[in-house]
């Protein structure tokens, strides 16, 4: 193989997980929109690493939504419908957990005020 041919397949390479990358990255956006309409709050956080969590790939959104009890079934049957619309792209719904990441919230802004 002539170094032209290595650099071209390595550019080629290179562009494929990029597209990959921007795909997953897009599907978490419009996944984020969609699940902070269906939830009272929400909260992005930095994504995980890899390291901590043990999971292959890379982890494009992490985020915390408040949805009340009553609303949980319809909101999980939203998770798992867009699912479909991500095929290679791995959606991992956890909780339901206590509300930490929303607590503080008020007392912050009457600090502020």
Known sequence: MSGRDYLRQRRERTKTQDDLWQRAETFATRLHETLSGAAEESRLHAPQNPTLSGASGRNVLNA???????????FVEKVEHTKDDAPGIRVELTGPWAAYSFAGEETAEKEGT
């Open 64 to 74: 915390a939504y408040l949805v009340p009890r009553v609303n949980s079934e319809e």
